[in-house]
């Protein structure tokens, strides 16, 4: 079973900055990719930031700019680091990432969330 566990969040000031971090465990041969989706109240939830195992990242517009995502992939870690945070950033950050187990099969997960806070 891969499980998926967040640190980091909080509530912060407009201008900002917060670090979340994401480990994965479990039965885990390869990550191919780890990043961070968003949601915020009453709206769907949607993509912050992803980098795939190959190093390729993929931005939202909202967040290019302020925000930098780090995979490591032997520690099965990622990080998103936001910078000059806005009351619009505010929301829950998912932590998710796809891959393949020690057996061959693919997984994906999504951590439980964790709360951003920016106030004005």
């Known amino acids: 079973q891969v499980q998926l566990v967040e640190s980091g969040g909080g509530v912060v000031q407009a201008g900002g900055s917060l670090r979340l971090s994401c480990s994965a465990s479990?039965?885990?041969?390869?990550?191919?990719?780890m990043g961070w989706y968003r949601q915020a109240p009453g709206k769907q939830r949607e993509l912050a930031a992803t980098?795939?195992?190959?190093?390729?990242?993929n931005y939202a517009e909202s967040v290019k700019g302020r925000f930098t995502v780090n995979v490591d992939n032997a520690a099965r870690t990622t990080t998103l680091q936001m910078n000059s945070l806005k009351p619009e950033d505010t929301g829950v950050y998912y932590c998710?990432?796809?891959?393949?187990?020690?057996?061959?099969?693919?997984?994906?997960?999504w951590g439980q969330g964790t709360q951003v806070t920016v106030s004005s």
């Open positions: 998710t990432a796809i891959g393949t187990t020690d057996r061959g099969t693919f997984w994906s997960r």
């Open positions: 479990g039965s885990i041969a390869s990550v191919n990719s």
């Open positions: 980098m795939s195992s190959g190093g390729a990242v």
